[in-house]
Nanobody, 125 residues
């Protein structure tokens, strides 16, 4: 059973940066595409980025394209989300998730089987 734990959230001013990490245990991430999702207060959870199992495919939602970068280190069983130029509308709980699929990824949350508990990101002046 794959266990996922996010970290790296916090409070930052607009224009600032954060890097989220998602560490997997009890299984290797080599066989999983990984996604990052977020849920703002009063809103539905949305997919913002994903990366294929080997890292060759990445997808970004328009809302974060050019500001966020997803990456992975399979040797460390870790996926990252580098978030730059943060805006107040990026405030949300951020979740990582795993989907056992090869050479592709999706930002549709319905395909993901394993989820972390989330980490809070707050962007405010």
């Amino acid at each position: 059973q794959l266990q996922l734990v996010e970290s790296g959230g916090g409070s930052v001013q607009p224009g600032g940066s954060l890097r989220l990490s998602c560490v997997a245990s009890d299984a290797t991430l080599d066989y999983y595409a990984m996604g990052w999702f977020r849920q703002a207060p009063g809103k539905e959870r949305e997919g913002i980025s994903c990366i294929s199992n080997s890292g060759g495919v990445t997808i970004y939602a328009d809302s974060v394209k050019g500001r966020f970068t997803i990456s992975r280190d399979n040797a460390a069983n870790t996926v990252y989300l580098q978030m730059n130029d943060l805006k107040p509308e990026d405030t949300a709980i951020y979740y990582c998730a795993a989907d056992r699929v090869f050479r592709t990824c999706h930002i549709a949350q319905r395909v993901y089987d394993y989820w972390g508990q989330g980490t809070q990101v707050t962007v405010s002046s």
